[in-house]
């Protein structure tokens, strides 16, 4: 690897060029899925990858940049304005001209304002460009119904540990693109380690890998943890973006509003994003104070909202006033706890079938295969039958102590 290409962060030069090296989200690209048949067959329609950091979206973009056979025309929506998309757009146009497509890819696309959106909606509809575009919000919120219903939105999921790992272990066999020639040794512990604490986002655990192999070559936690000081920084003060969420979680579940204020202030003040805050309040109100307060959730989702509404830093105090009153309410964590013991069932068991009695009888076949017979409906016997809803195998399972 020359001194050049060694220049270039460790994340991108591992970046896959084909569908065969990608790493994680099996259930868009696995064999014979949509989106893999349609990147293979470069015929993709306008998409919207939306997903968290590090899980593939602009990964994703590139590979099909490198399997187009028209233009790749790539924008950031946190530089480009309108006069840029219109100088792209006027090319496009001249392409079309010669019968050649354009597939335009847009990063963090949630960053246009509306009418620099609006800008593409009639060239997305007679077919001068095919819109690719990434970001990590909500996309019924951050982008219009009217772009958003000309696009199909894929789904990107976190990635697991187990990918992660892989991922890592590429980067450090790789003696082109990765670290392969500087013999670095880490044993199995301190990978799963890396790889966990990465929480699903590549390009993490991939710029701590590079900054760890330059700290020592022979790496162990202290050397990953140090690494992951300046990795996973994400204010303007170098502040730890995950030890400072993690500080906020815990003050208000430990119901120190105090606390939970001055960590909620290190964040806003160090340039987080207010939604993803909010959108953490609205987790931690069903996991860790769920039935025990319902109207935590309501309060939570008004936050988010309001944020969305104002933005910053007019929402400050909306946060504020979320937070304090998480730190403040009672807690139960027995929802979450119940839910988590659905799923170990669901894992264990599979698909078990759903029990005769309730399921519904729409046809005169499934009326004669007993579907729904015995099935005692709850309003003639004032909620108080004695039925079962569980699968046979499973039956009388309590959640909920």
């Known amino acids: 690897m020359d001194s050049q290409t060694h220049k270039i962060p460790l994340a991108d030069r591992m970046r896959p060029k084909t569908l065969v090296d990608f790493v994680g989200q099996e259930k868009l690209l696995g064999k014979d899925k ?11 329609p306008s998409i919207i990858f939306w997903g968290p950091p590090g899980s593939g979206k602009t990964t994703l973009a590139f590979i099909i940049a490198q399997t187009t056979k028209g233009e790749f025309a790539k924008l950031s929506a946190t530089i480009s304005g309108v006069k840029e998309v219109r100088e792209k757009i006027r090319i496009a146009e001249e392409l079309k001209k010669d ?39 909500n996309p019924s919120f951050e982008v219009n119904n009217a772009l958003l219903s000309r696009c199909r939105v894929f789904v990107l999921e976190k990635l697991d540990p187990e990918h992660i790992e892989k991922i890592l272990k590429n ?3 790789d003696k082109k693109r990765g670290l392969g020639n500087l013999k670095i040794t880490i044993n199995d512990k301190d990978m799963k380690f890396l790889a966990e604490i990465s ?23 202290k050397t990953i943890q140090e690494a992951l000081q300046k ?13 400072v ?51 935590a959730l309501d309060q939570a989702v008004s936050a988010y909202q309001a944020c969305h509404f104002i933005g910053y830093p007019e929402c400050s105090v909306n946060l504020a006033q979320a937070v304090v009153y998480m ?12 839910y988590g013991e659905s799923v170990d069932d669901v894992k264990k068991y599979g698909n078990l079938p759903v029990p005769l009695h309730i399921r519904n009888a729409p046809t005169k076949l499934m009326k004669n295969l007993h579907y729904g017979k015995g099935y005692k409906y709850s309003p003639d016997f004032d909620y108080q039958e004695k039925q079962e809803y569980f699968p046979e195998k499973i039956r009388k399972r309590k959640y909920l102590k």
Do not use: C
């Open 327 to 338: 730190a403040k309410s009672k807690k139960s964590n027995e929802l979450y706890k119940a």
């Open 199 to 221: 929480d699903g986002d590549a390009r993490v655990a991939l710029n701590a890998l590079e900054f760890a192999s330059d700290i020592n070559k022979k790496m162990d936690q």
């Open 34 to 44: 949509i989106l893999r048949k349609a990147i293979e067959a470069d015929n993709i």
């Open 99 to 137: 019968g050649k497509k354009t597939i335009m890819f847009i990063d963090e696309i949630h960053r246009f304002n509306k009418s620099q959106q609006d800008t593409l909606l009639s060239h997305i509809e007679n077919g001068t460009i095919i819109l690719v575009g990434a970001t990590t919000e």
């Open 245 to 295: 969420i993690s500080a906020l979680h815990k003050s208000m579940r430990g119901g120190d509003a105090d606390a939970s204020l001055y960590w909620l202030a290190r964040m806003i003040e160090g340039g987080e994003n207010p939604l993803y805050i909010a959108r953490r309040l609205i987790r931690f109100a069903s996991e860790d104070i769920g039935i025990a307060n319902s109207f």
């Open 231 to 243: 990795s996973l920084a994400y204010d303007k003060n170098g502040e730890e973006h995950y030890n």
């Open 171 to 173: 980067a450090l066999d």
